[in-house]
């Protein structure tokens, strides 16, 4: 044996510690293991358990005896055309209304006042949901007046989108009042998921917003940007607005509502309209 070699004692010396290594790198695997297991379960203690919901949020907080769907629609018109777009409207949509067989309800029909200026908004409603709306849109098709009246207005815009909507289950049913009054449209964009809690809050507070019949719709999107609420007021006029809205925080209650609510909102906006002639909501 050259000098270089181990000697076989060494060599069996050192089997024994490396053996020792391995056994206490295992125990200190399994202690670790053991403690990751302990704190897993420490945490899953404090983990919220989410809620499963048996429906969709549209199920839950719409009528459930009516069917209605709604469609608003934004138009933002040059501003050079207003007086004409307006004309135009005035004279062609009340003649396709006229028509029994048309399944839809013009609910109201306004002019920006203070927001977006030279904007028209419309709203209506399809009474027997997606089959209505799908049954309008077929009939419209063969209209040879509306499609020239598309043409027409066409030329007169900028831009303009649109939103399906259904009612609140717990809010009035837009119908057709007497003027004169300014509107408010009130849009809330929410986190996506906290519709339900937005619903829960409001269907407890509305009571605070109805002694003088200001409180006219109230919706949220199926189709388009989700997750938008839209509120719709009405009012006399500014100055009664102001009053109704400060009376509001006289109440027992309705200061709940609003802490509840606003940590919900990502963005919010707010119309003041003025409706058009042909209007059901004057």
Request: hydrophobic fraction near 30%.
């Amino acid at each position: 044996m050259s000098p270089a070699d181990p000697a076989p004692e060494n060599l069996q010396s050192k089997g024994p510690k490396r053996g020792q290594r391995c056994l206490n790198q295992q125990a200190k695997q399994r202690g670790y293991a053991s403690k990751d297991n302990e704190s897993s379960w420490f945490r899953s203690l404090f983990v919220h358990k989410v809620d499963p919901r048996k429906d969709a949020h549209s199920n839950l907080l719409s009528k459930k005896e009516t069917s209605n769907l709604y469609k608003i629609q934004f138009h933002n018109v040059k501003p050079e055309c207003l007086d004409a777009y307006n004309s135009l409207t005035e004279e062609v949509l009340p003649k396709l209304h006229l028509d029994t067989d048309y399944p839809c309800d013009l609910v109201g029909n306004w002019n920006t006042w203070y927001g977006e200026q030279d904007q028209a908004v419309h709203l209506w409603r399809f009474s027997g949901g997606y089959p209505a709306l799908s049954d309008c849109m077929n009939k419209l098709k063969q209209n040879k007046e509306y499609l020239e009246f598309r043409k027409e207005r066409s030329k007169m815009l900028l831009s303009r989108r649109n939103q399906l909507l259904l009612e609140f289950s717990f809010w009035n049913e837009p119908l057709p009042r007497a003027g004169p009054n300014i509107y408010e449209l009130r849009t809330y964009k929410l986190k996506p998921g906290t519709m339900i809690e937005w619903g829960n809050n409001w269907a407890r507070a509305i009571k605070y917003r109805q002694e003088n019949q200001e409180a006219v719709g109230g919706f949220f999107s199926q189709i388009g940007e989700l997750y938008v609420v839209h509120h719709l007021w009405a009012y006399r006029d500014l100055q009664s607005r102001e009053e109704t809205r400060n009376a509001a925080w006289r109440k027992r209650g309705w200061d709940e509502n609003v802490y509840y609510t606003v940590p919900l909102v990502r963005n919010m906006e707010s119309r003041i309209m003025i409706p058009l002639k042909i209007s059901p909501l004057q």
